[in-house]
């Protein structure tokens, strides 16, 4: 009779050896072969009518491995269904040294698995954790920054004959030179657009005046720097590191001023179509509010990144390393070799530890996601984006599009992970009493900067 053998051999990490009778496995092979002999179809011989002799000869010795390592397989199962231990992926086969298979001689087989056992953890009580409600305050000076940026970006240019000042906007010819100017052969050449403010500071005080058709030697470096400098780099298919080694004849090609938007009627109705805003004190209003929602949401962000650390941070777990390590290196998404297996693993425990984690608030607080849910974050995810291509306000055909959506397997997975992701974070949040902190732009752009997940 078939049995299992459960012995630990490290932590969290343990040995499982099938042992099987040759009375476990002859039945159904045997039971095989008369299947063969059966529907093989051999020249010379009827179907049917083969001899069980020849068919043990040709095939016998595949059936007899499938077969002891089917019912291996079938034992390991059963085990592991009756007893149900908390593992993690799927048992593998350790380096086993079992007796090659005879046909001709049955014996009794043992085979070998490890299994990586997930660990036992207690969540610390977020409600007795400190945490900080970051908030932004929307000044006056914010909303006017944002309708001046509006009204540039709505502005029309127009050209001129000189450069005035930093905020002209020239369309420059650069072309790989040498240091006296003269143009290389095959070298680099290209057009592209940019603002005198974002230039260098000696690049700016060289181009006021200049006009259309005036040209100067100089390093990319010397002429452009900080996102700048990286901007025109890649536009041109250049390193930014290389930018010092290489001089370019600049040549400017058009000059021009953005002249801003006007601040009437028909700018408000363009900015906020369907509103009917109609002065420019309504105009703030509304920026205001939207200015407000947009940094709330981002401190709400920053708020749960402070859960996310404390949850994963002060929740201790042990893990089953050798076991993570040869499944990474062997049994994942591709094959690793042991130095990058070593080198990725702790990247994948974190993400394991925040599976468990995760997954026992969505299992212990019965956090569901309703058919319901998904086709209302799909609906918002939709009209958000084609709000912003402005498609008018029919949305007579959003359902029928949002059937499609539902019968996508990849997009109704992505939806239901951030669906549930935030119903977590939202639970979470409810168990908290943060305190309120005033913060400057900068300061939360800074969090966000160095906590992204």
Not at 335 to 356: D, G, S, V
Request: charged share 30%; aromatic share 8%.
């Amino acid at each position: 009779m078939a049995t299992v053998v459960r012995e630990n051999i490290g932590l969290l990490h343990d040995k499982l050896m099938v042992k099987l009778n040759k009375e476990d496995y002859l039945p159904a092979f045997e039971k095989k072969l008369k299947e063969y002999s059966k529907t093989a179809n051999i020249p010379g011989f009827r179907k049917g009518m083969v001899p069980a002799g020849m068919i043990k000869k040709m095939y016998g010795a595949g059936i007899f491995s499938d077969e002891v390592l089917r019912t291996i397989e079938k034992e390991l199962y059963t085990y592991l269904d009756a007893e149900k231990p908390e593992i993690f992926a799927q048992p593998l086969p350790m380096d086993n040294e079992m007796k090659p298979l005879d046909m001709n001689n049955p014996t009794d087989v043992e085979f070998a698995f490890e299994i990586g056992l997930k660990p036992a953890f207690t969540l610390n009580d977020l409600s007795k954790a400190s945490f900080t409600r970051n908030k932004v305050a929307v000044t006056p000076a914010m909303v006017d920054e944002e309708i001046t940026r509006m009204q540039q970006k709505a502005g029309k240019m127009e050209e001129k004959e000189a450069i005035e000042n930093n905020d002209n906007v020239i369309n420059i010819l650069l072309a790989e030179a040498d240091e006296n100017g003269v143009e290389i052969e095959a070298g680099i050449v290209k057009e592209t657009s940019i603002a005198v403010k974002d230039c260098s500071a000696a690049m700016q005080q060289q181009l006021l005046g200049k006009k259309v058709g005036d040209s100067f030697i100089n390093t990319l470096d010397k002429a452009f720097e900080g996102e700048s400098l990286t901007a025109i780099a890649q536009t041109i298919g250049l390193a930014k590191e290389d930018a010092a080694n290489k001089f370019f004849k600049i040549t400017i090609k058009t000059i021009g001023v953005v002249v801003p938007a006007t601040l009437d009627e028909a700018f408000f109705n363009e900015v906020y179509p369907g509103k009917e805003i109609k002065t420019l004190e309504a105009l703030k209003e509304a920026l205001q509010t939207e200015i407000e929602q947009y940094w709330a949401a981002q401190t709400r962000n920053q708020l749960h990144d402070q859960l996310y650390h404390f949850l994963l941070d002060e929740t201790k777990m042990e893990f089953p390393q050798a076991f993570l390590t040869r499944w990474l290196k062997t049994g994942g998404d591709k094959q690793r070799t042991q130095e990058e297996a070593e080198k990725e693993y702790p990247t994948f425990e974190n993400q394991l530890k925040w599976t468990l984690i995760s997954d026992t608030i969505i299992r212990d607080n019965k956090l569901e996601v309703t058919e319901e849910d998904l086709r209302a974050s799909m609906k918002e995810e939709v009209t958000r984006y084609f709000g912003q291509m402005n498609m008018g306000g029919d949305l007579s055909w959003l359902d029928s599009y949002l059937d499609r959506m539902m019968k996508d397997e990849k997009q109704v997975d992505a939806t239901y992970r951030r669906v549930v992701t935030e119903k977590l974070f939202d639970w979470a949040e409810k168990q908290t009493n943060p305190t309120e902190k005033l913060v400057t732009v900068d300061e939360l752009v800074a969090m966000q900067h160095n906590h992204q997940h």
